[in-house]
């Protein structure tokens, strides 16, 4: 009976554990974030979000591909971090994240995997900056950018945990995020770009 109940207890406690899928989110000087080309400063001169999203293993069969920022597939599992303090082009590391019980997947498991970032004046969460970015138009300046897609990651568990940045063709490469201006900053430079034509239309 003692060994029955020993058994129970041992398996209602390993269950939590198998269901996680774990990753550490986190870069290093080989995988830096750019804004605009160069590394991204750190959170005292400007704040920048990031956040993982994941999808099927299937979801694609090679490397190099960046998804559209308005792809429904790619769910995001609130593994949130922001950049830091002190490095340019780091972020803060989460270490044990868990990710997979959010979407379903248990640790041990593959997954096709985006980072994407932001800057923090475009929102706290992904789905506020997707609505300031409004499909291209934004309705702020603000940078925003995603890596190429992480290839089959297998999630970790209790025994190894996988690192998402890094040369693997299942982790990521460091990536650029790009400033993009409010439609009232174009709308400035087309009338700029006007006056000087006219200008140079009346000139002798």
Do not use: C, H
Not at 123 to 144: D, H, Q, R, Y
Not at 151 to 168: E, W
């Amino acid at each position: 009976m003692k060994q029955t109940l020993s058994l129970i207890v041992f398996l209602a406690l390993s269950l939590p554990a198998q269901g996680q899928g774990l990753v550490n989110f986190r870069n290093d000087a080989t995988t830096l974030i750019s804004a605009d080309g160069v590394p991204m400063p750190a959170s005292g001169t400007q704040q920048f979000n990031f956040a993982m999203f994941l999808a099927p293993s299937t979801t694609v069969s090679s490397i190099g591909i960046t998804p559209m920022f308005a792809d429904p597939v790619w769910q995001n599992v609130g593994g949130y971090t922001a950049n830091g303090a002190s490095v340019a082009g780091r972020i803060n590391t989460r270490l044990n994240l868990d990710v997979g019980t959010p979407s379903g997947y248990s640790g041990g498991s593959s997954v096709d995997f985006i980072i994407r970032g932001w800057s923090a004046n475009a929102g706290a969460t992904w789905a506020e900056a997707l609505a300031n970015w409004n499909n291209g138009s934004p309705v702020l300046p603000m940078f925003i950018g995603s890596s190429t897609v992480g290839d089959d990651l297998r999630l970790g568990d209790d025994v190894s945990v996988p690192t998402v940045f890094g040369p693997l063709s299942s982790q990521v490469a460091g990536f650029n995020m790009i400033g993009v201006p409010e439609p009232s900053s174009f709308a400035l430079v087309g009338l700029g770009a006007a006056a000087l034509w006219l200008s140079y239309r009346r000139s002798p």
